[in-house]
């Protein structure tokens, strides 16, 4: 079993859509999480990072349910730029730093 | 300018060369890793560093050798290189309570 599991998809939506997608993570202690974005094979970067309380960055929210160990980010009104690949990241306690990557969910926002 | 620098960028070797991926940022950060990226398994630790001369395996160190002598520069060897080792090599480094930051990767061939 995978330690961070998400939906590959691909992800079609049109533009305005609202999308979301899920990620679940095996360790219960894990400490922080994250979402990162990917272009293309170019270098991830950090989308934002995820809050037990939920939080938002413009049309971004991401939630976290520790009980569940799930989380999720959800996109409102995607634009053309949203297209990418969004990586779920965990970070396990005593693993001294070492950020453990889901393979990503690839979306498309369709003009 | 301040960042995270690879190179190179892009890199053709013959199998059974050794080939060394450079990697310098430039916050002094204590943390630095470097990942590959293969289609189909996602974003996988090969070492990592915690500090000056601090360095350990990851999840797919076979084949790669990594120093630390200064905080700021990570490089990546592999002793001799095999056709499997194709793959985007990106590094990446943290502070301690933050996300990653990653270069722009090192897309390598070996033929």
Not at chain 1, 16 to 44: H, I, L, M
Not at chain 2, 58 to 66: A, C, L, R, T
Not at chain 2, 98 to 111: A, D, I
Request: charged share 20%; with cysteine.
């Amino acid at each position: 079993r995978k330690e961070v599991e998400q939906d590959p998809g691909p992800f079609n939506v049109p533009e305005g859509a609202t999308v979301a997608f899920n990620c679940t993570y095996s360790n219960s202690a894990s400490q922080s999480f994250f979402w990162y974005r990917q272009d293309c094979r170019k270098e991830p970067k950090l989308l934002m990072s995820v809050y037990s309380s939920g939080n938002e960055d413009g049309r971004f929210t991401a939630q976290l349910n520790r009980a569940s160990q799930y989380i999720s980010l959800l996109i409102r009104d995607s634009k053309l730029s949203d297209s990418a690949t969004y990586l779920c990241v965990v970070l396990y306690p005593g693993s001294a730093r070492q950020l453990t990557f889901g393979s990503g969910t690839q979306l498309t926002v369709l003009p | 300018d301040a960042g995270i620098t690879q190179s190179p960028r892009y890199k053709i070797t013959e199998t059974g060369r050794q080939v060394t991926l450079m990697c310098h940022q430039t916050w002094s950060h204590s943390y630095m890793f470097w990942y590959r990226q293969d289609l189909g398994h996602g974003l996988r630790l090969i070492y990592y560093s915690a500090a000056a001369d601090i360095t350990d395996k990851g999840e797919v160190p076979d084949g790669y050798v990594v120093s630390r002598s200064k905080t700021e520069n990570f490089p990546l060897t592999l002793e001799s290189a095999t056709r499997s080792q194709t793959s985007v090599y990106f590094c990446a480094s943290s502070e301690a309570n933050g996300g990653y930051t990653f270069g722009s990767g090192t897309r390598l061939t070996v033929v």
